[in-house]
């Protein structure tokens, strides 16, 4: 039993050191805001995660708690921003996988004096102060815009997606949208992608087997163009239009792998929602309750100025 | 010849039950997490609180309903990898048919459950008939059920929530408290079941050993199909409940939750060879998890090292077990 005992207490002794084994430390008071992206394993909000540290830096009364699902499990999420709300952090900072899912939530943080914010993907229909981020349908349209351009208004084309994410689906809606006033542009099938960037590039070598005169691919998530090869098995004669503007994608563009990108404000995701939830506590409210980020459409003439600028806000300038 | 004690000291005869290694664990995980988190300012502590305990028992019912289910097909000497996928369909059947089929919400329910009953004859059809081994068999299923539900939804989800009352209190408990009340009245019926009952000896003869439970006259057959037809139950049950308190029906709910719910079981001291296990340490791990997983979210800079953590403790927990049961022996 002692021993029993003693080796517990010698886990959980690690298990405090592994979480930096900082002890409660004393001082001045910190607002605590919590931020919450839609999963931890998607390259994009690594840099939401860089913007919102740096703002909590700047501000210097601020502390971020960086905290999401491993993989964008809407339960898991649910649990996380709850906990938060019992925990009655200063402030919470969400990009929710299923805003409808969150909204009760969201309201019972409101109601108990915990602003809230969105970003990446709102809950629209809750009491959450702002949100800050891309229309999504908007974004769609662009896409499926700049697809017809490439295609001369007539082909065919593949959509790749994942259920499930509300963000996603409009997207899709607005490329939906759109390509209905195309009747010589046909969809051939609409892929769902289960938000894995292997199953994607699985997709994208049966897709071109099998629609080898393919005219597009449009992707609404980033998944072709996270990783290097994803886009190899696609022939020189079918455009690729895709959602994200991270690394590896503005070096695919270069080569000629990509022809069109939609980036988002990935800094800003993270900078935006801390610097509101600041202000918001100094008793300044935020200017509207969208707050429109804009996108950039990254094609072949300006992607070495977006590499730059990019590259910028990444050392922090 | 010196005097010997008629009978072992109340702690150490305490500590032969089953369970109070796991109950020792989770309590001393609370000790610890309220001792780290204990609060810099104010008076109000962020973990050691009634509504963080509740939001706790909430969420970890979810696995620890199904864990009940998966401890008995342990002891059985079997597995079960479809839980996961049977708490998805089961809150999309009860979701679809009570928001889009204009069905009462008691048979939405109902119907919710038969999909348990459903997936758990298809198991036991495949182990017992066609003589699959458990994990193929439950694997098969997994993918089938899981795909039904996606099949049924197309990406969609059914929204409870809108048609449910508000501060809704069925009778008179309040929602949040229903998934806890259900997880532990189901543990106390089936620990009574799997102790007092033939059936449940007959349970944990089938997994010590298999051919000394044949001969000594137990249909295998009759146990195994209920062992699988209670897990998927159990599992349906959990959907179920997701469904009704969560307010939503989705078909990617509860991916990957079938490996939490086993090792929920193996933490509360199911062996995966058969024969040993309980279905109240099988909840307990539950609990074990859900301390955890809110705990950690509470300490800066933990984010990226709780699956590790996790990972560790499970590895932890069952060595120590071991131990235990070796020197026990």
């Given at each position: 039993?002692?021993r029993?005992?003693v080796?517990v207490?010698a886990v959980?002794?690690?298990?405090?050191?592994?979480c930096g084994?900082?002890?409660p430390n004393?001082?001045t008071?910190?607002?605590?805001?919590?931020?919450?992206?839609?999963?931890?394993d998607l390259?994009v909000?690594?840099?939401?995660?860089?913007?919102?540290e740096?703002a909590a830096k700047?501000?210097?009364?601020?502390?971020v708690?960086w905290?999401g699902?491993?993989t964008?499990d809407?339960?898991?999420?649910?649990?996380?921003?709850?906990?938060f709300?019992t925990q009655r952090?200063?402030g919470i900072a969400i990009s929710?996988l299923?805003?409808d899912?969150l909204t009760e939530?969201?309201?019972?943080a409101v109601?108990?004096?915990i602003?809230?914010?969105?970003?990446?993907?709102?809950?629209?229909?809750s009491?959450?102060?702002?949100?800050?981020?891309?229309d999504?349908?908007?974004g769609?349209?662009?896409?499926?815009e700049?697809?017809?351009?490439?295609?001369?208004?007539k082909?065919?084309?593949?959509?790749?997606?994942?259920?499930?994410?509300?963000?996603?689906?409009?997207r899709?809606?607005?490329?939906?949208?759109?390509l209905?006033?195309?009747?010589?542009?046909?969809?051939?099938?609409t892929?769902?992608?289960?938000e894995?960037?292997?199953?994607a590039a699985?997709?994208?070598?049966t897709?071109?087997?099998?629609y080898?005169n393919?005219?597009a691919?449009i992707?609404?998530?980033?998944?072709?163009v996270?990783t290097r090869?994803a886009l190899?098995p696609v022939?020189k004669s079918?455009?690729?239009?895709s959602?994200?503007?991270?690394q590896?994608?503005?070096?695919?563009?270069k080569?000629?792998r990509v022809?069109i990108l939609?980036?988002?404000?990935?800094?800003?995701?993270?900078i935006?929602?801390v610097?509101?939830?600041a202000?918001?506590k100094?008793?300044k409210?935020?200017?509207?309750?969208?707050i429109?980020s804009?996108?950039d459409?990254?094609?072949?003439?300006?992607?070495?100025?977006?590499i730059?600028?990019?590259?910028?806000?990444?050392?922090?300038k | 010849?010196?005097?010997?004690?008629?009978?072992?000291?109340v702690?150490?005869?305490?500590?032969?039950?089953?369970e109070a290694?796991?109950?020792a664990?989770?309590?001393l995980?609370i000790?610890?997490?309220?001792?780290?988190l204990?609060?810099?300012?104010?008076?109000?502590?962020p973990?050691?609180n009634s509504?963080?305990?509740?939001l706790?028992?909430?969420?970890?019912?979810?696995?620890g309903?199904?864990?009940?289910?998966?401890a008995?097909?342990?002891?059985?000497?079997?597995?079960?990898?479809?839980p996961g996928?049977v708490?998805?369909?089961?809150?999309v059947?009860?979701?679809?048919?009570?928001?889009?089929?204009?069905?009462?919400?008691?048979?939405?329910v109902v119907?919710?459950?038969?999909?348990?009953?459903?997936?758990?004859?298809?198991?036991?059809?495949?182990?017992?008939?066609?003589?699959?081994?458990?994990?193929?068999a439950t694997l098969g299923?997994?993918?089938i059920?899981?795909g039904?539900?996606?099949?049924?939804?197309?990406g969609?989800?059914?929204d409870?929530?809108r048609?449910?009352?508000?501060?809704?209190?069925?009778?008179?408990?309040?929602?949040?408290w229903?998934p806890p009340?259900?997880?532990?009245t189901l543990?106390?019926?089936?620990?009574?079941?799997?102790h007092k009952?033939?059936?449940?000896r007959?349970?944990?003869?089938?997994g010590g050993?298999e051919t000394?439970a044949l001969?000594s006259?137990?249909s295998?057959?009759?146990?195994?199909?209920?062992?699988?037809l209670i897990?998927?139950?159990?599992a349906?049950?959990?959907?179920?409940?997701l469904?009704?308190?969560?307010?939503?029906g989705?078909?990617?709910?509860a991916?990957?939750?079938e490996?939490?719910?086993?090792a929920s079981?193996?933490?509360?001291?199911?062996?995966?060879s058969g024969?040993r296990?309980?279905v109240?340490?099988a909840?307990?791990?539950?609990l074990?998890?859900g301390v955890?997983?809110?705990?950690?979210?509470q300490?800066?800079?933990?984010?990226?090292?709780?699956?590790?953590i996790?990972g560790?403790?499970?590895?932890?927990?069952v060595?120590?077990?071991q131990?235990?049961v070796?020197?026990?022996?």
């Open positions: 039993m002692k029993l005992v080796a207490a959980l002794i690690g298990l405090a050191v592994a084994g900082e002890a004393t001082g008071k910190k607002y605590r805001f919590a931020v919450i992206p839609k999963a931890l390259p909000f690594d840099y939401a995660r860089k913007g919102a740096r700047e501000l210097g009364n601020v502390e708690i905290r699902p491993e964008g809407q339960l898991k999420q649910k649990e996380i921003l709850e906990a709300i952090v200063d929710c299923n805003g899912f939530a969201i309201n019972r109601d108990s004096g602003p809230v914010v969105t970003w990446d993907a709102d809950a629209p229909n009491k959450r102060l702002a949100f800050y981020g891309v999504d349908k908007t769609g349209r662009i896409m499926a700049e697809a017809v351009k490439l295609l001369n208004g082909g065919t084309v593949a959509l790749m997606t994942s259920m499930g994410a509300t963000n996603l689906q409009r899709l809606d607005g490329v939906l949208e759109v209905a006033k195309y009747p010589d542009i046909k969809i051939v099938e892929f769902d992608v289960k894995d960037t292997v199953k699985e997709l994208i070598a897709g071109t087997n099998r080898p393919l005219g691919w992707s609404v998530g980033g998944w072709p996270f090869n190899v022939p079918t455009f690729v239009v959602f994200d503007t991270i590896p994608a503005p070096q695919l563009l080569e000629g022809q939609i980036g988002q404000k990935y800094f800003g995701w993270g935006e929602p610097k509101m939830l202000d918001i100094a008793g409210m935020p200017p509207a309750k969208v429109d804009g996108v459409v990254v094609r072949q003439d300006n992607v070495d100025a977006y730059e600028a990019f590259r910028k806000l990444e050392e922090g | 010849m010196g005097v010997r004690a008629p009978r072992a000291p702690l150490r005869r305490l500590w032969r039950v089953r290694s796991t109950l664990i989770l309590l995980e000790v610890f997490f309220g001792w780290y204990w609060p810099e300012y104010g008076t109000y502590h973990f050691l509504a963080n305990a509740l706790v028992l909430k969420y970890s019912s979810i696995y309903i199904a864990a009940i289910g998966a008995i097909v342990i002891i059985s000497g079997g597995i079960d990898l479809s996928a708490i998805a369909l089961a809150s059947v009860t979701g679809g048919l009570f928001v889009e089929g204009g069905w009462g919400l008691g048979p939405s119907a919710g459950l038969l999909v348990g009953v459903a997936s758990g004859l298809l198991v036991s059809l495949l182990v017992i008939a066609v003589q699959l081994p458990p994990f193929i299923a997994m993918g059920v899981r039904v539900g996606f099949v049924v939804t197309e969609r989800y059914y409870l929530s048609l449910l009352p508000r501060a809704w209190h069925p009778f008179g408990i309040p929602l949040d229903w009340t259900v997880m532990i543990a106390l019926v089936f620990h009574v079941a799997m009952l033939q059936w449940g007959a349970v944990y003869a089938t050993n000394a001969f006259g137990i295998l057959p009759r146990i195994k199909t209920s062992v699988y897990s998927a139950v159990l349906a049950v959990s959907g179920v409940v469904a009704l308190v969560q307010g939503q989705k078909a990617d709910l991916m990957g939750y490996l939490d719910i086993i079981a193996v933490v509360g001291g199911a062996s995966l024969g296990g309980s109240i340490g909840v307990l791990g539950a074990i998890f955890l997983r809110n705990a950690l979210a300490i800066p800079g933990a984010t990226f090292y709780d699956r590790m996790v560790m403790v499970v590895i932890v927990i060595v120590m077990d131990i235990l070796k020197r026990g022996a």
